[in-house]
């Protein structure tokens, strides 16, 4: 086999098992874990033991602490995250009153109020409470007029009250403002035994202003880091968590080139400063939709001669992805091929409801993650078992706050010094604390950095996360939920549902709009294999020259006027010639329209239904037409395509909805040239229905 087959060949797996059938991935995933009935048995009672100590303990954790009264099993707590994740997009005081009125008053954040022996909870529930009463306008008397008084005139008192229970609960979250501070608080942990991997706070750059920003705030970060580094096993040393989409404006399929071309020297110059320090630098996993390019970015920093001999390059893999095994496969490959040794931090994955509705939203064929928290469970203990016979090149670094899943590394691991645990500051301390001192492993702490104006996006993304009634950060500290019932085994939830993995409570991209409407197929433009199809599709169309006139029922046009129609952005383009209607040909058009009348609902229904089929067969052309003769993108005549395509299924379903009611008449349509196929196809089909 020639150098590189392999890796292409991986390379190949991992896009085609983007979206690939889930009952087919999870058989493969369970034979992979080769975990036997007895084994799972003991990873299970191991497990429920665990939880039960960690209960039986005098504090769980502060994240398992204050979901356990906030959760979004509770109103109050539904509350908070909605108004939490609100707040990101609010842009002026007075829509902020209004929010929080809308959604902090009608609560009741008095039962909560001393239930817990946190302060951050105690705190944090006064402000609320505070903020709560004085919006309620109900209590009567000298204290209803009091919080009358306080209503009229401190709405900055009722603001000020939020952010301050926002700000409480968010810094015990981050381990520091700035990264000196970070690493002056990580002390106390480190001489438990701890090691820290930073992460400083931002979303991905807007601007290029923004990307040198967070660049600069990584390189001084790795430099105050680089002075904690005192041991010769950079295991043992602290490291970084780099964002990619922070370094770069446009870091998007689309503009792969210019991405490889301007982000790699970038994060290649943080790379070589972490090397000098010798300590950890770890690439943070992002949306499925970046996950292609950010292989190639990888490869290109890990492929630079100077990195050599460097153990801490890593790259964090996220399980709830079908295609997680095969990315591990081509990490290893790579690791290979370049003679280097990586890190890889498996976590189960952060944006798992926003893939969800992504996938939904481009109509694509599946979901690029798992459709129940079972199979992520069961894909990350398979792909913890892989990593664990591949240490020869990668030291695994697990990262995880769930009990069962600690519990299977533990039984299948034979050497507990090749690999870390790792848990989010502010989550799971007493979990891994046990395991610490009971296994003698190593344990990272995955520690955020940064100002107020910073953490509250990432406090939503962890609240939302650990909030669900299935999280077992929210379990634990539910004492109605047995220990027996958070450890149970996830195979054999699984495999009561192989042939059948979708969730019902989930609709599928095609079935968006229920069973009787199907919709509109998707393209997804920064997967390769789409792109490769658009592209072949397109090719026969892209210098094609069209004749067209006026197309009229049971007749024939004799035309009017010739027009020709050019590429706007290639005026040498000639993309038709258009014969247009004259008059005899408008009024031709007028009588022969009544044949529509005689048709059925029914018959209508098929007509449309097979002309939106149509369209979708025949995209490549319209993509072509869409783009040489109006100017449109890729992105543009996909969006156009899909709408013109959804206008002919609406109205075939509701002609049929309708059939009671009589034809209106003959209409006449007159499209504007910005929309040429969808708006024009969505005022004829409305008529046609």
Request: glycine letters at 6%; hydrophobic letters at 40%; a negative charge.
């Amino acid at each position: 086999m020639e150098p590189g087959h392999n890796h292409q060949n991986l390379r190949s797996k991992i896009r085609k098992s983007t979206l690939a059938d889930e009952g087919e991935v999870l058989r493969y995933l369970i034979d992979l874990a080769d975990l036997s009935g007895d084994d799972r048995q003991a990873i299970s009672e191991s497990a429920a033991k665990l939880v039960q100590e960690i209960r039986d303990s005098s504090d769980p954790g502060l994240m398992e602490t204050f979901l356990s009264e906030y959760g979004l099993s509770t109103e109050e707590g539904i509350a908070l995250m909605c108004l939490a994740e609100a707040l990101l997009r609010v842009p002026d005081a007075e829509t902020i009153d209004a929010l929080i009125e809308d959604k902090i008053a009608p609560s009741d954040w008095g039962r909560h109020l001393g239930h817990s022996s946190s302060s951050l909870v105690n705190a944090s529930t006064w402000a609320l409470l505070l903020t709560g009463k004085v919006l309620s306008d109900e209590d009567e008397g000298l204290l209803g007029a009091l919080r009358g008084v306080v209503k009229r005139l401190g709405e900055p008192v009722i603001r000020t009250a939020v952010s301050q229970a926002m700000r409480e609960m968010g810094k015990q979250f981050v381990l520091g403002r700035t990264i000196t501070e970070a690493i002056e608080n990580a002390q106390s942990y480190e001489k438990l035994g701890f090691s820290y991997s930073y992460d400083m706070l931002g979303e991905a750059a807007r601007t290029e202003e923004d990307a040198k920003r967070y660049h600069l705030s990584y390189s001084e970060a790795i430099g105050a880091i680089a002075k904690a580094c005192s041991s010769s096993d950079i295991r043992e040393n602290p490291g970084i968590s780099v964002k990619l989409s922070a370094l770069h404006p446009r870091y998007e399929f689309q503009q792969r080139k210019r991405v490889v071309d301007e982000l790699v020297p970038r994060a290649r110059s943080l790379a070589l400063l972490a090397k000098s320090a010798d300590m950890g630098f770890n690439i943070d996993a992002e949306e499925a939709d970046r996950l292609d390019l950010s292989l190639d970015v990888i490869e290109a920093i890990l492929a630079d001669p100077s990195l050599k001999g460097w153990d801490g390059f890593g790259v964090v893999v996220q399980a709830y992805g079908p295609r997680a095994s095969y990315v591990l496969d081509w990490l290893y490959d790579l690791a290979e091929r370049l003679d280097r040794k990586i890190m890889v931090r498996l976590v189960k994955g952060a944006y798992w409801d926003t893939e969800v509705k992504l996938a939904q939203t481009l109509g694509i064929d599946g979901f690029p993650v798992f459709a129940r928290k079972p199979s992520t469970d069961v894909s990350y203990i398979a792909n913890a078992r892989k990593l664990l016979t591949m240490t020869d090149r990668i030291y695994p670094q697990f990262a995880t706050h769930n009990a069962h899943t600690v519990c299977s590394i533990l039984e299948m691991a034979d050497d507990k010094s090749v690999f870390e645990f790792q848990r989010l500051h502010g989550m799971g301390e007493t979990l891994h604390s046990k395991v610490l001192n009971k296994n003698e492993t190593r344990c990272r702490i995955y520690a955020p950095v940064g100002a107020h104006r910073d953490l509250l996006a990432y406090l939503v993304r962890r609240l939302l996360e650990n909030g669900a009634n299935s999280s077992f950060v929210n379990q634990i500290v539910d004492e109605d939920v047995s220990p027996q019932t958070i450890a149970k085994d996830p195979f054999s939830v699984v495999e009561q549902y192989l042939d059948n993995p979708s969730n019902n409570k989930v609709a599928r991209p095609g079935e968006l709009f229920g069973v009787d409407r199907r919709n509109s197929i998707g393209w997804n433009l920064t997967d390769p294999i789409d792109m490769a199809a658009i592209e072949s599709a397109r090719q026969p169309y892209l210098e094609k020259f069209w004749k067209a006139g006026p197309l009229i029922a049971d007749g024939e046009f004799r035309g009017g006027n010739l027009v020709k129609s050019v590429n706007p952005a290639n005026k040498q383009d000639l993309v038709c010639e258009v014969v247009e209607a004259d008059n005899a040909d408008v009024d031709a058009a007028v009588t022969q329209a009544g044949v529509w009348s005689d048709q059925t609902a029914a018959e209508r229904s098929v007509i449309l239904n097979r002309a939106a089929d149509l369209y979708e067969e025949n995209f490549g052309e319209l993509f072509a037409l869409l783009a040489r003769e109006a100017g449109k993108t890729l992105l543009d005549c996909v969006g156009e395509l899909r709408e013109a395509v959804d206008f002919l299924r609406y109205y075939a379903n509701e002609s049929v909805r309708l059939e009671d009611s009589e034809p209106c008449g003959i209409f006449t349509c007159i499209s504007p040239w910005n929309f040429p196929l969808a708006i024009f196809t969505g005022q004829i089909s409305a008529a046609l229905a």
